[in-house]
Structure formats: structure tokens, C-alpha cells
């Protein structure tokens, strides 16, 4: 009976350990399966107001909910995504997936659509996505992995550049 308390505790707090990279990159599948099942319950409590209890560390003060046009489908898909920096009128986020050695689904369909909905703890408003390449990538990058030290550690597995995305409002100036 104790070995099934164990799993299951440890089951119930996968997420927050591949979100935080306690789980490399080998760990993709499960970690697929976890965010499969707790992205729906952060997007209800993150709408719904309340406390965000499905994933530790999750909050409207670090996250938003990305909506974009999936690139195959043509259907909306939302994602909750950690916001790294925000810079003037501009949301900075990393399409790290987990390490992952592919880029994650949301980054490709706002690649193939840049106009997204973002919604954060003041609302919701459509955005234009910008993936930021040559020294501002590198200068944001610096100023990322210093703010997150262990992001780097996170993604080594990945064997890619890691995509830098700048998210600005519709009628915002750049």
C-alpha cells in the first residue's frame, strides 16, 4: 500500500517536475500524456478567476493563455505559455517544449499565422506574433537564462536554437 501512495503522489506532481525540469528530455512521452491532462484544468481555472491549483507554479502573473490557428486544422488551440519577460508593450516567451529536440505545436501554427489571442490576468487581446532572430534574440536570450538559471540545463537536450517570441497588441506601437 505504500509503494501505491508513493506512485500516485509522485504521479499527481509529474507536471510540475517536467515543467521545471527535474525530468529531462527522456521523459517526452509521460510528459506529452501530463500536459495533455493538465493544460485543460489550467486554461478552466486560469479563465474561471480563481486560485490555479492544476499545476504548481502557474499563475496569471507568469503565464498567458496562447490561442492560435492550428496550421493543419485550421481550428483555434490554446495553450498556457510561461511568460519570460515583458518589455514596454511587448510578452516575451521561449518555445523551449520541454527540451524537447522539436519545436512545440503552437510555435509552428503561429509561424504559419502570427495573429494570436493572448489572454493574461488583465484580459484578453489580439496579438501579432513576432519570432525575433540575430542580436535581439541573443541579447534577450542572455537576459532570459540569467533570470532562469536552470532554463539552460532544461533545454540542452533539445539540440535546436530555441525560438524566442515577442507577442505585441494589435495597435500597439513596436
Known amino acids: 500500500m505504500a509503494n501505491r501512495a508513493v506512485v500516485s503522489w509522485l504521479r499527481k506532481r509529474t507536471f510540475s517536475f517536467v515543467l521545471y525540469g527535474l525530468i529531462g528530455a527522456g521523459a517526452d512521452r509521460r510528459a506529452s500524456v501530463e500536459f495533455k491532462t493538465v493544460n485543460p484544468q489550467v486554461i478552466e ?13 502557474v499563475g ?30 511587448r510578452v516575451i516567451v521561449v518555445a523551449g517544449n520541454g527540451g524537447r529536440a ?11 499565422e502570427p495573429r494570436v489571442r493572448i489572454e493574461d490576468a488583465q484580459g484578453s487581446y489580439v496579438a ?14 542572455g537576459v532570459i537564462q540569467e533570470q532562469n ?18 507577442f505585441t497588441g494589435e495597435g500597439a506601437s513596436k
Not at 502573473?61 to 514596454?88: A, C, M
Not at 522539436?102 to 504559419?112: E, K
Not at 538559471?149 to 515577442?166: C, S, W
Open 60 to 89: 496569471r502573473e507568469n503565464h498567458i493563455l496562447l490561442t492560435t490557428v492550428g496550421r493543419k486544422s485550421g481550428r483555434e488551440r490554446t495553450t498556457p505559455v510561461k511568460v519570460f519577460l515583458k518589455q514596454d508593450d
Open 102 to 112: 522539436s519545436n512545440p505545436a503552437w510555435y509552428l501554427n503561429l509561424v504559419a
Open 45 to 57: 481555472q486560469f479563465r474561471g478567476g480563481g486560485e490555479i491549483v492544476a499545476a504548481p507554479g
Open 149 to 166: 538559471p536552470g532554463l539552460v540545463g532544461y533545454l540542452a537536450g533539445a539540440g535546436r536554437e530555441i525560438p524566442i517570441v515577442a
Open 128 to 141: 501579432v506574433a513576432t519570432v525575433l532572430s540575430g542580436d535581439e534574440r541573443d541579447d534577450l536570450w
